[in-house]
């Protein structure tokens, strides 16, 4: 059960990471052309996304809260055991960005709310990175803890 869920969650990240990065590069660096693949991918409407975004990042947070039991009960001990410890701190710093993400939300939804106002252009911009860092570190930290024992186990 928790592996059929830890896949179902890291789908579900894998959705987040794309749409949220998708919004930042159309936040942080607006396209002028449609002249090149970078410029298509930088030119989408990045006030589509905010919903889905939220919604993908709330549904991702309650799985990972659901399958924590079992990285507090199987994967800890093992770290602590092995004397990994800068791993197990980088899942204690995931924890907390997310937690810090998840309070950010509803700014987030606030200055990407339609129509959009010109002059939260930067807000956006900014909200929108920290919320993609905290994203792409949660995932990569997260998929690297997944499989730990098989990089270090004995």
């Known amino acids: 059960m928790f592996t059929t869920?830890?896949?179902i969650h890291g789908l579900i990240a894998v959705a987040l990471l794309?749409?949220?990065?998708?919004?930042?590069a159309a936040a942080c660096w607006p396209a002028t052309s449609k002249a090149s693949f970078?410029?298509?991918f930088r030119s989408v409407a990045g006030a589509r996304y905010t919903v889905t975004n939220i919604i993908?990042?709330?549904?991702?947070?309650?799985?990972?809260g659901v399958i924590y039991t079992s990285y507090r009960t199987a994967v800890r001990p093992y770290l602590e055991s092995a004397q990994l410890w800068a791993f197990n701190g980088?899942?204690?710093?995931?924890?907390?960005?997310?937690a810090i993400g998840l309070g950010m939300l509803p700014l987030y939804w606030?200055?990407?709310r339609t129509p959009l106002d010109t002059k939260l252009a930067g807000a956006r911009a900014a909200i929108t990175g920290i919320l993609c860092f905290i994203?792409?570190?949660s995932f990569l930290v997260g998929h690297v803890l997944n499989n730990i024992r098989g990089l270090f186990g004995r």
Do not use: P
């Open 110 to 112: 606030l200055v990407w």
């Open 135 to 137: 994203v792409w570190y």
């Open 38 to 40: 970078i410029s298509s």
């Open 5 to 7: 869920l830890l896949i």
């Open 56 to 64: 993908l990042y709330i549904v991702t947070g309650v799985l990972g």
């Open 90 to 98: 980088s899942f204690e710093v995931k924890e907390q960005f997310a």
């Open 18 to 24: 794309g749409s949220i990065t998708h919004q930042t």
